[in-house]
T-cell receptor
């Protein structure tokens, strides 16, 4: 079974704080993804990585950065948290190639006050 | 803008009935198609994948793909109250590894 873990289930931060969300997978998958999910807007891709130290912007990268120093670990960084970044953050992992299946972690519900 | 469209619902069906969930997509280059189930407050869970035209069955679930019509559907036979959830349709963005998600259809199965 694919196992994807995220560092926190719930997180409360203050405006302007730097926030780190971490995702770890144990399946040796090449691809890792960060999404946010908001009511009525669905899942939106923030960043993804297809290899160590490689990253590509998704649809909504503004205000976020990422780091992938090891294959199993993909971090999402909010440089200066703002209230409009209150959301559910979901990490996903997957293999590259024809199947493209993605498996999700449990999610982190972030509240920025 | 490449899109995946789903009716938001709720779709209400009685226990034991067939639930039919539909999805259309705009990217003709999409190669892979998925259905995820998401319970309230939880993360999406993969339930079906389909890669070629036709039907694919797995237990009570059947996925149907029609690439010419850019249409994907999910049938749930013998619906149970535990099937009550939001169902997300996802398709690959062209030949990339990225997925485009619909906003989901909420299914309610009542006893």
């Amino acid at each position: 079974d694919v196992k994807v873990t995220q560092s926190s289930r719930y997180l409360v931060k203050r405006t302007g704080e730097k926030v780190f969300l971490e995702c770890v997978q144990d399946m040796d998958h090449e691809n890792m993804f960060w999404y946010r999910q908001d009511p009525g807007l669905g899942l939106r891709l923030i960043y993804f990585s297809y290899d160590v130290k490689m990253k590509e912007k998704g649809d909504i990268p503004e205000g976020y950065s990422v780091s992938r120093e090891k294959k199993e670990r993909f971090s999402l960084i909010l440089e200066s948290a703002s209230t409009n970044q209150t959301s559910m953050y979901l990490c996903a992992t997957g293999t590259s190639g024809n199947t493209d299946t993605q498996y999700f972690g449990p999610g982190t519900r972030l509240t920025v006050l | 803008q490449k899109e995946v469209e789903q009716n938001s619902g709720p779709l209400s069906v009685p226990e034991g009935a067939i639930a039919s969930l539909n999805c259309t997509y705009s990217d003709r280059g999409s190669q892979s198609f998925f259905w995820y189930r998401q319970y309230s407050g939880k993360s999406p869970e993969l339930i079906m994948s389909i890669y070629s035209n036709g039907d694919k069955e797995d237990g009570r679930f059947t996925a149907q793909l029609n690439k010419a019509s850019q249409y994907v559907s999910l049938l749930i036979r013998d619906s149970q109250p535990s099937d009550s959830a939001t169902y997300l349709c996802a398709v690959t963005e062209g030949r990339t590894d990225k997925l485009i998600f619909g906003t989901g259809t909420r299914l309610q199965v009542f006893p």
